[in-house]
């Protein structure tokens, strides 16, 4: 569970992260992508580690209701199967194959 936690909110943090303030970014990537205890961020910050755990967990949910409300993580998710099994069904379609291109190019962009 907490694996799957994990590779959720990271995700989340890579689609949202520009709606946050600097200090949810801060910490939800140093708790997250950094693996960071709350103890060390706390002390990063010279701050509680209730102070981090608060905010963390408040972010969390934000990152949460962005994703209600815009579905851009989701999306991306059936995006992706969409293309990939129309490059299994039709492999040898350049055609297609140049689309897919453009769209993944589109969708990996930074």
């Known amino acids: 569970m907490e694996i799957e ?3 959720r909110m990271n995700a989340l943090f890579e689609f ?3 709606l946050l303030t600097d200090k949810q970014m ?3 990537e140093l708790y997250y992508a950094d693996d960071y205890s709350l103890a060390e961020i706390a002390e990063e910050y ?4 209730q102070a981090v755990y608060d905010n963390i967990k408040r972010t969390e ?3 949460e209701d962005y994703e209600r409300k815009l579905h851009m993580y989701s999306d991306y998710i ?3 199967q969409i293309l990939e099994e129309i490059q299994i069904a039709y492999p040898e379609d350049t ?3 140049e689309k897919i291109d453009i769209l ?3 969708d990996n962009r930074e």
């Open 16 to 18: 949202y992260a520009a």
């Open 95 to 97: 055609f297609l194959k």
């Open 61 to 63: 949910r934000i990152l």
């Open 104 to 106: 993944t190019s589109i």
């Open 78 to 80: 059936v995006r992706s």
């Open 46 to 49: 010279q701050v509680s580690r």
């Open 5 to 7: 936690k994990t590779n």
């Open 26 to 28: 801060n910490y939800i």
